[in-house]
């Protein structure tokens, strides 16, 4: 199969575009949605200081390089890695040492905090003999340890790693739980105090093409994956969106483009909720204290 661009030979067929790309040119088309979504989305301007959540993981390691790429030449917005060890053993080790690995050859600065350091257990603790999925207490504390470790470190942002799958699975989820409020607070709101704002230069990029963005760089080894992630939500919905792209492809291209149109909708009907600070740990919540508080409180007691 030859490239639609050139002669070359094709690595990628993007079937939701008709489009088949060499390496090249999906190197180039890759970087340039991504350069199109941070300018569309206004996500960096000068006097910017960029927390990168770094798992190590593909998505993560995609978006801390060309994040490099683009900031190479913008000397007035600064950027470090942050690393969250959650303590789960098996799993979370490899993808420390490639977190460590790529911010070495990149010269980025790197910070890991972990659960155990910060919160007194790790995750395998927290979730041992527990009914519930271990991704509801790991979501959790892993933002509230993010947004208070970016604060420390003086950043005035925080970029994910999310792609276009997590992005159309977790619009899903939201409907299937019949969350719609909550599916409402998904698009990107007003600044609030104390929570340093998101970004989310991926969420156009489909998740395979990230893993072959990593590849084709000669910096993905292919690693396991989350020995918890099969207990949840949303590795059924990301079976199902998988099956449904490959029989028609361009459907989570779709389903996020219902969701913008919805998501102006829904921003009338949830406005943002107005946040005090936990009585324990200062951050923005609702109410007297966070939900990862109150989940620690939970743990202490039982
Ligand atoms: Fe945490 Fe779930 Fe992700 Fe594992 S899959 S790292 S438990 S959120």
Redesign the pocket.
């Known amino acids: 199969m030859k490239c639609s661009k050139c002669n070359d030979i094709a690595i990628v067929s993007q079937r939701y575009s008709c489009t088949h790309l060499c390496e090249r040119h999906f190197v180039e088309d890759f970087e340039d949605k991504v350069k199109k979504t941070v300018e569309k989305g206004r996500m960096l301007q000068g006097g910017d200081r960029i927390a990168v959540a770094l798992s190590g993981g593909k998505d993560s390691t995609a978006l801390l390089n060309i994040l490099k790429k683009i900031l190479s030449d913008r000397k007035d917005i600064t950027m470090f890695a942050v690393t969250i060890d959650?303590g789960?053993v098996g799993y979370r080790e490899d993808t420390i040492k490639s977190a460590r690995k790529i911010t070495e050859e990149l010269g980025v600065e790197h910070i890991i905090v972990s659960f155990r350091e910060e919160f007194d257990f790790c995750?395998d603790e927290i979730v041992a003999g527990k009914r519930e999925a271990?991704?509801t207490f790991?979501?959790v504390l892993r933002k509230s340890l993010l947004n208070r470790t970016a604060k420390v470190y003086g950043a005035t942002k925080v970029a994910t790693g999310h792609d276009l799958d997590d992005e159309a699975q977790s619009v899903l989820m939201n409907y299937m739980k019949g969350d719609i409020e909550r599916l409402g607070r998904f698009a990107p709101r007003r600044i609030q105090p104390g929570l340093v704002p998101r970004i989310k230069p991926l969420k156009n990029i489909p998740e395979r093409e990230t893993a072959l963005y990593c590849m084709v760089n000669g910096f993905y080894v292919k690693m396991a994956e989350?020995p918890?992630?099969s207990l949840?939500l949303r590795s059924d919905v990301r079976d199902m969106l998988n099956n449904l792209e490959m029989k028609f492809p361009g459907t989570k291209q779709s389903c996020m483009k219902g969701f913008d149109c919805l998501s102006g909708l829904l921003a009338k009907r949830y406005p943002p909720m107005e946040l005090s600070s936990c009585g324990l740990c200062g951050e923005p919540c609702v109410g007297d204290l966070c939900k990862a508080c109150q989940l620690l409180n939970r743990l202490k007691t039982a």
């Open positions: 959650e789960i995750l271990p991704c790991c979501g989350c918890y992630a949840s």
